[in-house]
C-alpha cells in the first residue's frame, strides 16, 4: 500500500502539497473577498445614508463638491484605510512577538507594549501641546516608538530570569498596569485643553484620521512589512527554537533585535494614530494560521496582515454603527470577538500539553 | 595546526566566563564516533554546547577542518555542523517534512524557498533514517523516538561533516535506541561523517564509539578507544560507583553482591549458573560458586555477585587446589545446588563433588 503510493507520487509534486497550495490559495482568497467586501459596505455605511449610485459618482464620476463627497473623501475613506492598515499592522506586530517569545498568547496588549507607548504619547502630547499647536505624526509615533521599547526592555529583563511564559504574561498585564496609572496620573493633572484629543485616543478609536496620517503610515507600516517579509527565513527556522536556528546559521542576537524593532515600530505607529487596541495581536494570527494550517513564515505574514485589516474594518464598522450616532471603542469591539478566541486557546493549549 | 579533522587545544568550558572543566585537548578524525560519557551534571552538554557555539569558550581553541571555530561565520559553520539537542521543541503546526525541510536552511535563497534539489535532499534524509512514512503527520504528535529520528533526518538534510547529539538516546525505548544508533554507525562509515555525541548508556557508547571522551566535573578523566576505557576500574572510579560493578566484558552493569559468608554453593558450567546467581542476588543470599573455567560464562558474573569463586584455568583438568576448596566451601554451606552443569571428561570430578553433596543431604538440583 505505501509503496503503491510512493510510486504513484514519484513524478509530480505529491498530493500532499498539492493540497496544502490549494488551502494556501483559498484562504487568501477568501480574505481578499472579505476585505473587498467590507470596503465596500464600510464606505456604503454611515449615519448619513448615501446612495451607491452616488458613492460611485462621488469616487469615480468626480461629482461636484458637497456635503456628501466631504463625507466620503475626508471621513470615510481614510477612516477604513487606516483600520485596514492598523490592524494589519498590530496583527502583524502580534505574530512577531508570538515569534519571538514562543508563545502563542503574547502581543503588544497583554505585554504591555501598548501602554508603554500609549504612556509616553500622552506624555509627548501634552509636553508638545504647551509649546506650539499641533504634534507631527512623526514625533507622535517615535514617542510611540520610545514608549514600545521601554515596555519590552522591561519585559526582557523579566524574561531572562524567568523562563516561565506564563509570568511572563503577568508581568507584561502589570507593566501595562503601571504604564495605565502614569498616563492616568499625568491626564488627571494636565489642563483640560490639552487633553481634548487625548480622552478619546487613549481609549482606541479609529475616528478623525486624515489622509496625511493614512500617506504616513502606509509608508512607515508597508517599509516594515516589506522588512518582515525578508525576514520570513530566519523567522521560520526561530520558530524551532533559539539553539537550532543558530545552528542553522542565524545570527541569533541581531535577528532577536530586529524582531523586537520591527514589531515595536508597528505597535508604536498604531498606538500613535488609534490608540491601544487590545486582542487583535493575538487573536488574528491564531486564526490566520489555523484556517492555513501551517505557521510558515511567508505564507503567515501577508494572511496576518490581510486578516488583520478585514478583522479591524469589521470591528471598526461595528464600533461605528452598533449604537448609531454614539461611537464605540475600537477596544471594545475588539474586545467581544478576541478575548473570547483568546480564552479558547488557552484552554486548548492546556489540554494539549 | 594541521592535522586531524576536529581538533580541540587547551579548551576551557563552563558559564558565564567561570570555567567548568579546563584543559580540554583532543583530535577527532574524520568519520569517527565520539561519545561523551560521565555521570550527570559532569559537563558533557557544556563541552558539546561550546563545540556548536551555543556557549562562548572560555579559553583555548576549537578548530574544524583547519579554521578556527571563532573565526567561521554562523552561516559556514552551519553548513560543517549540526546538530540534535537534547531540548524538547513543540513547533506549531509543522509537519515532519516541514521539520527536517528547516535542515536545508543553509543552502535555500533569502526566502528560504525549497528548490526541487531541496525536496530530493528531504527526501533522501528521510529514507536514511526509515521515516519516510511519517512525512505528513505533524511533529508534535509523534512519539519520541520518531521525534529523534525525524530530527536526526533534520540534521543529515543539513549535509554537514559532522554531526554532534545531546543524549539523543535519552527518551528512547531500547528498539528505537538501536536502530538510532545503527544509523549514526552508517551515516559515520559510508558518508565519513563525524558523529560526536554524548551517552547515558556506557554499554551503548563502548558498542557504538570509536573513542570514548570520559568527562568527570572539573577534568576530562580518560580519552581513548573503548578498550581502554571500559576496564572496571576506569568506569568504577569515573562515575564514583561504590555500590555495585560494572562489567567490561559485556558492558553491562551489576549490583553490589550479597554480603557475608556464603551460604549457598552453586554448581555449574556454561551459561546454567546464571540464572540462579541473579534469584541468590535478589533474595539477598550470600553465595559461592564453582568451580568455573575463568573462560566460562559463568565465571564473568560470578566474579561479580558471588561471595566465593572456586577457579580452574580453561582447557585443564580440575585440580586438587581447586577440589579442596570447592569441598571445604560445600561443607560450610547449608546448600548446594545443582544448576545443571555441563559435565565432560576435563571436569568430570564435578561428579564426585555432587555426590558428595546429595551424601551430606544438601544437595538440590534446579
Sequence with gaps: MREENSIEARPELPRDRIRRRSRYAAVFAILTAAFCIIVVWNVNTGNVQISVGQILKILFGGAEEGVESNIIWKIRLPRIFMAAILGGALSLSGFLLQTFFGNPIAGPFVLGISSGAKMVVALTMIYFLKISSSVSSYALIFAAFIGSLISIGFILLVSKRIKHMATLLVAGIMIGYICSAVTDFIVTFAEDSDIVNLHGWSLGSFSGMSWSNVSVSVMIVGITLFLTILMSKPIGAYQLGEAYAQSMGVNIKRFRIALILLSSILSACVTAFAGPISFVGIAVPFLIKRSLNTARPLVVIPATFLGGAVFCMVCDLIARMAFAPMELNISTVTSIFGAPIVIFMMLRQKGGR | ?366
Design chain 2, 1 to 366: 595546526m594541521a592535522g586531524s579533522y576536529f581538533q580541540l587545544d587547551h579548551l576551557a568550558v563552563g558559564y558565564r566566563g567561570r570555567p567548568l572543566i579546563e584543559d580540554i585537548s583532543l583530535s577527532i578524525e574524520k568519520g569517527e564516533i565520539v561519545a561523551l560519557i560521565g555521570p550527570n551534571g559532569a559537563g558533557k552538554s557544556t563541552i558539546l554546547k561550546t563545540i556548536t557555539r551555543h556557549l562562548a569558550m572560555i579559553d583555548g581553541n576549537v578548530s574544524i577542518n583547519d579554521q578556527k571555530l571563532s573565526e567561521l561565520s554562523y552561516r559556514s559553520l552551519s553548513t560543517q555542523v549540526a546538530v540534535v539537542l537534547t531540548e524538547q521543541m513543540k513547533p506549531e503546526l509543522m509537519t515532519c517534512r516541514d521539520v527536517v525541510a528547516t535542515g536545508r536552511y543553509p543552502y535555500t535563497g533569502k526566502l528560504g524557498i525549497l528548490s526541487r534539489e531541496d525536496e530530493v535532499k528531504v527526501d533522501e534524509a528521510m529514507e536514511a533514517v526509515h521515516a519516510k512514512e511519517l512525512e505528513s503527520r505533524e511533529f508534535n504528535a509523534i512519539s519520541d523516538g520518531q521525534r529523534q529520528r525525524i530530527l536526526l533526518a533534520r540534521a543529515i538534510c543539513q549535509e554537514p561533516d559532522t554531526i554532534v547529539l545531546d543524549e539523543p538516546t535519552s527518551f528512547l525505548d531500547v528498539r528505537y535506541k538501536l536502530e538510532l544508533l545503527s544509523i549514526l554507525r552508517k551515516m559515520a562509515k559510508e558518508k565519513q561523517i563525524t558523529v560526536i555525541l554524548s551517552l547515558h548508556e556506557i554499554d551503548l557508547a563502548e558498542k557504538l564509539a570509536d573513542k570514548v571522551l570520559c568527562v568527570k566535573g572539573d577534568r576530562i578523566f580518560q580519552y581513548g578507544v573503548p578498550e581502554e576505557i571500559f576496564q572496571e576500574e576506569t568506569i568504577r572510579e569515573l562515575y564514583g560507583i561504590d555500590n555495585g560493578y560494572f562489567d567490561p566484558c559485556f558492558g553491562s552493569i551489576e549490583l553490589p553482591r550479597p554480603q557475608g559468608e556464603p551460604e549457598v554453593f552453586v554448581i555449574s558450567s556454561c551459561g546454567k549458573g546464571i540464572p540462579v546467581y541473579r534469584r541468590l542476588q535478589k533474595e539477598d543470599i550470600p553465595f559461592g560458586a564453582g568451580i568455573l573455567y575463568t573462560n566460562d560464562i559463568d565465571y564473568q558474573l560470578a566474579r561479580l555477585l558471588a561471595s566465593e569463586v572456586v577457579a580452574e584455568k580453561p582447557f585443564c583438568e580440575i585440580g586438587d587446589d581447586a577440589y579442596e576448596k570447592a569441598v571445604n566451601l560445600i561443607q560450610r554451606c547449608r546448600r548446594v545446588v545443582d544448576a545443571g552443569a555441563e559435565i565432560g571428561s576435563c571436569n568430570r570430578r564435578l561428579k564426585e563433588l555432587l555426590t558428595d553433596a546429595e551424601r551430606q543431604g544438601k544437595l538440590y538440583r534446579v
